[in-house]
């Protein structure tokens, strides 16, 4: 328990500690979030724009069964069969709702509710049956924590310690999201706004959605492994749909999302340390905190200048807007 | 590859500045003086409740997850990073009960900082482990005093490797609380009496207390399994439900970290009364005074307090 609901602010406590005495932890986790929010916001522009922004939140409830098969199968809570089972579930759960979606009139959030509805319940009904005796949930075999990023294994290359493995995995992560979207840019920008016009364009959509979404799973299940869920699910979301409140250019969008991650990744591991509080709920909060002030004060659409400016002139200001909607 | 660019100039420049802070604030200070005492980590109420009453006056002991907290639910704060990394000695449950946070801490034992889990002094042949799945113990050691007083061994090995200059104060304090928890043992032994034999079930949320009904003779059934996460099958309520009417028992059980749903449930369906709240995977909140009927009063924030709760609420409800 608290002795007060809100400790009182200590710039030496909340800003000067965490860089000088605890540089070492302050610096990782704070590149960490960077590097979590970045990666997930690249890829996050992309499926938002697909609606299926909440793919984050289904595959952290239909990795149970794939979970429960890796145990069932190696009697072991390691965490690398419990990698393979999630990762292989994750897969199967993209392709099931790109399959729903691509092959009926089922719309995107309709096709993640019923693919990651059923296989959590598959794997409630499997750990019910036949794993009621351990304990086995993904909370605890599976997820890491943002805040242990430092005390993990750091990566020593040329005798140069470069730092903890899931950092460096992440970058790499992040590295290889990078080249496959300037690589496939055209395609995935095409494919993304007008599966029609991809189609005309000689682009099958359908094989760029199945690869975008299966890389996706993994980002995300690596994600899972590393920082912990809520992290990678504010992330997928947050920077693309704060950045497209800004503009409607997606190198832009991009860019914007890169740099919102950074802002998380900071003032979120300082406001966590100023309440003593965990570090991914606060760079989630952060996020949060930004995307209403975005929402609020953004100069050409937020909600401050549609109130002025609809009290001057209403018609032309509505008209466009739902132009750029449709 | 502009993207690439931009995160290590971003990254560059805090790095830089801060770097220059920390030289000039470290040229600053004066050297330490050397350290007086034990500085303890330990991952849950009922470990750091056992660390802090053999450390005594030699050491402090800080407690990562509060009373209450499930410890699959626990989420690290930025103090908690910091904790672990000043500690002289990291101290856990083990056996799985923290989950990959275990793994974590064994990572950091190889590294050179000393962790020990608690439970590595239970000789195998006590831990009970389910048929089918060989090597996941079951980790709720602490319902059993005998148990948990191998618990104690380990710690104050552990304090002696840590500090060997207080080596036999803890030594000597050691052993003070092996005898504390053989006399909570026995006035639980003596207590439970007042319950008969046939009448020692008990109905609770999760498996939990397999080894509590080992040493004081009850049977005990889990709704929900041993783990928090997984839910009660409509076919167990049912059973369960039967099986209550069938034994005529006179109350259930819900647990502090554990949602009270299906219990209650369960009550309604079979009409037996929910016999209070025990504590399953944490302690109570600390300076919270209750009495037992005897008269004797204890505090719930300590692993002897948290016991007694669960032991008089327990038999005042199935007498």
């Given at each position: 328990?608290?002795?007060?609901?809100?400790?009182?602010?200590?710039?030496?406590?909340?800003?000067?500690?965490?860089?000088?005495?605890?540089?070492?932890?302050?610096i990782w986790?704070?590149?960490?979030?960077?590097?979590?929010?970045?990666?997930?916001?690249?890829?996050?522009?992309?499926?938002?724009?697909?609606?299926?922004?909440?793919?984050?939140?289904?595959?952290?409830?239909?990795l149970?069964?794939?979970?429960?098969?890796?145990?069932?199968?190696?009697?072991?809570?390691?965490?690398?069969?419990?990698?393979?089972?999630?990762?292989?579930?994750?897969?199967?759960?993209?392709?099931?709702?790109?399959?729903?979606?691509?092959?009926?009139?089922i719309?995107?959030?309709?096709?993640?509710?019923?693919?990651?509805s059923?296989?959590?319940?598959?794997?409630?009904?499997?750990?019910?049956?036949?794993?009621?005796?351990?304990?086995?949930?993904?909370?605890?075999?599976?997820?890491?924590?943002i805040?242990?990023?430092?005390?993990?294994?750091?990566?020593v290359?040329?005798?140069?310690?470069?730092?903890?493995?899931?950092?460096?995995?992440m970058?790499?992560?992040?590295?290889?999201?990078?080249?496959?979207?300037?690589?496939?840019?055209?395609?995935?920008?095409?494919?993304?706004?007008?599966?029609?016009?991809?189609?005309?364009?000689?682009?099958?959509?359908?094989?760029?959605?199945?690869?975008?979404?299966?890389?996706?799973?993994?980002?995300?299940?690596?994600?899972?492994?590393?920082?912990?869920v809520?992290?990678?699910?504010?992330?997928?979301?947050?920077?693309?749909?704060?950045?497209?409140?800004l503009?409607?250019?997606?190198?832009?969008?991009?860019?914007?999302?890169a740099?919102?991650?950074?802002?998380?990744?900071?003032?979120?591991?300082?406001?966590?340390?100023?309440?003593?509080?965990?570090?991914?709920?606060?760079?989630?909060?952060?996020?949060?905190?930004?995307?209403?002030?975005?929402w609020?004060?953004?100069?050409?659409?937020?909600?401050?200048?549609?109130?002025?400016?609809?009290?001057?002139?209403?018609?032309?200001?509505?008209?466009?807007i739902?132009?750029?909607?449709? | 590859?502009?993207?690439?660019?931009?995160?290590?100039?971003?990254l560059?420049?805090?790095?830089?500045v801060?770097?220059?802070?920390?030289?000039?604030?470290?040229?600053?200070?004066?050297?330490?003086?050397?350290?007086?005492?034990l500085?303890?980590?330990?991952t849950?109420?009922?470990?750091?409740?056992?660390?802090?009453?053999?450390?005594?006056e030699?050491?402090?002991?800080?407690?990562?997850?509060?009373?209450?907290?499930?410890?699959?639910?626990?989420?690290?704060?930025?103090?908690?990073?910091?904790?672990?990394?000043?500690?002289?000695?990291?101290?856990?449950?083990?056996?799985?009960?923290?989950?990959?946070?275990?793994?974590?801490?064994?990572?950091?034992?190889?590294?050179?900082?000393?962790?020990?889990?608690?439970?590595?002094?239970?000789?195998?042949?006590?831990?009970?482990?389910?048929?089918?799945?060989?090597?996941?113990?079951?980790?709720?050691?602490?319902?059993?005093?005998?148990?948990?007083?191998?618990?104690?061994?380990?710690v104050?090995?552990?304090?002696?490797?840590?500090?060997?200059?207080?080596?036999?104060?803890y030594?000597q304090?050691?052993?003070?609380?092996?005898?504390?928890?053989?006399?909570?043992?026995?006035?639980?032994?003596?207590?439970?009496?007042?319950?008969?034999?046939?009448?020692?079930?008990?109905?609770?949320?999760?498996?939990?207390?397999?080894?509590?009904?080992?040493?004081?003779g009850?049977?005990?059934?889990?709704?929900?399994?041993?783990?928090?996460?997984?839910?009660?099958g409509?076919?167990?309520?049912?059973?369960?439900?039967?099986?209550?009417?069938?034994?005529?028992?006179?109350?259930?059980?819900?647990?502090?970290?554990?949602?009270?749903?299906?219990?209650?449930?369960?009550?309604?369906?079979?009409?037996?009364?929910?016999?209070?709240?025990?504590?399953?995977?944490?302690?109570?909140l600390?300076?919270?005074?209750?009495s037992?009927?005897?008269?004797?009063?204890?505090?719930?924030?300590?692993?002897?307090?948290?016991?007694?709760?669960?032991?008089?609420?327990?038999?005042?409800?199935?007498?």
């Amino acid at each position: 328990m608290r002795d007060q609901f809100l400790p009182a602010f200590s710039f030496q406590n909340a800003i000067i500690e965490p860089w000088s005495l605890y540089f070492d932890s302050t610096i990782w986790i704070v590149t960490m979030g960077f590097l979590v929010a970045a990666t997930c916001g690249l890829i996050g522009c992309f499926i938002i724009l697909r609606r299926m922004a909440l793919v984050g939140d289904a595959i952290s409830h239909s990795l149970l069964p794939g979970i429960t098969l890796a145990f069932l199968l190696t009697n072991s809570r390691d965490t690398l069969p419990m990698m393979i089972g999630a990762i292989a579930a994750g897969v199967v759960t993209v392709a099931l709702i790109e399959a729903i979606r691509q092959s009926s009139r089922i719309k995107p959030d309709a096709a993640i509710g019923i693919v990651f509805s059923s296989l959590f319940a598959i794997g409630v009904v499997l750990i019910s049956a036949y794993a009621d005796t351990v304990d086995l949930d993904a909370e605890c075999v599976l997820y890491g924590e943002i805040g242990w990023i430092p005390l993990e294994d750091r990566i020593v290359l040329g005798g140069h310690e470069i730092g903890p493995l899931p950092v460096i995995r992440m970058a790499v992560i992040g590295l290889i999201a990078l080249g496959l979207l300037l690589t496939f840019y055209k395609e995935l920008l095409v494919t993304s706004f007008d599966a029609g016009l991809a189609a005309s364009l000689g682009i099958n959509p359908g094989r760029y959605q199945y690869g975008l979404t299966l890389f996706l799973s993994v980002v995300i299940v690596s994600s899972f492994e590393s920082v912990g869920v809520i992290l990678v699910i504010a992330m997928l979301i947050f920077p693309g749909a704060t950045s497209m409140l800004l503009t409607d250019r997606l190198p832009r969008i991009l860019w914007l999302s890169a740099g919102f991650s950074g802002l998380y990744g900071l003032l979120g591991f300082h406001l966590a340390t100023w309440l003593d509080a965990s570090i991914a709920g606060g760079m989630t909060v952060v996020a949060g905190i930004i995307f209403t002030l975005v929402w609020i004060l953004a100069p050409k659409r937020g909600l401050l200048v549609k109130f002025v400016f609809k009290s001057h002139s209403k018609g032309a200001r509505t008209s466009s807007i739902e132009t750029q909607a449709g | 590859m502009k993207n690439v660019l931009k995160q290590s100039t971003m990254l560059t420049w805090p790095v830089f500045v801060f770097a220059c802070l920390t030289l000039f604030l470290g040229c600053g200070s004066e050297p330490q003086p050397s350290r007086k005492t034990l500085k303890v980590a330990a991952t849950t109420t009922m470990v750091a409740d056992l660390a802090a009453a053999v450390v005594g006056e030699n050491g402090e002991v800080h407690g990562l997850m509060g009373p209450g907290v499930d410890p699959h639910l626990y989420k690290a704060t930025a103090g908690d990073v910091n904790t672990l990394q000043s500690a002289d000695l990291i101290l856990y449950n083990g056996l799985h009960l923290e989950g990959r946070m275990a793994d974590l801490l064994v990572r950091l034992g190889r590294r050179g900082k000393l962790v020990y889990a608690v439970t590595e002094g239970v000789p195998e042949s006590e831990l009970l482990e389910p048929e089918e799945f060989a090597g996941h113990y079951d980790p709720h050691v602490w319902f059993d005093p005998n148990l948990w007083s191998y618990c104690v061994d380990t710690v104050v090995e552990a304090m002696s490797e840590a500090d060997p200059a207080n080596a036999e104060a803890y030594e000597q304090r050691g052993l003070k609380v092996k005898s504390e928890y053989e006399a909570l043992r026995e006035w639980g032994e003596a207590y439970v009496n007042q319950i008969p034999e046939d009448k020692r079930i008990l109905v609770t949320s999760h498996d939990a207390y397999n080894y509590f009904g080992q040493a004081f003779g009850f049977q005990v059934v889990g709704v929900q399994g041993i783990s928090t996460m997984s839910e009660a099958g409509l076919a167990d309520i049912v059973k369960i439900s039967e099986f209550i009417k069938e034994k005529e028992i006179k109350a259930i059980f819900v647990e502090s970290s554990v949602s009270p749903a299906t219990i209650q449930r369960i009550s309604k369906d079979s009409g037996t009364r929910i016999g209070g709240e025990l504590f399953s995977d944490a302690m109570g909140l600390k300076g919270h005074l209750e009495s037992a009927p005897d008269g004797s009063s204890f505090d719930v924030g300590t692993y002897k307090g948290m016991f007694k709760h669960n032991l008089v609420t327990i038999v005042e409800a199935l007498k």
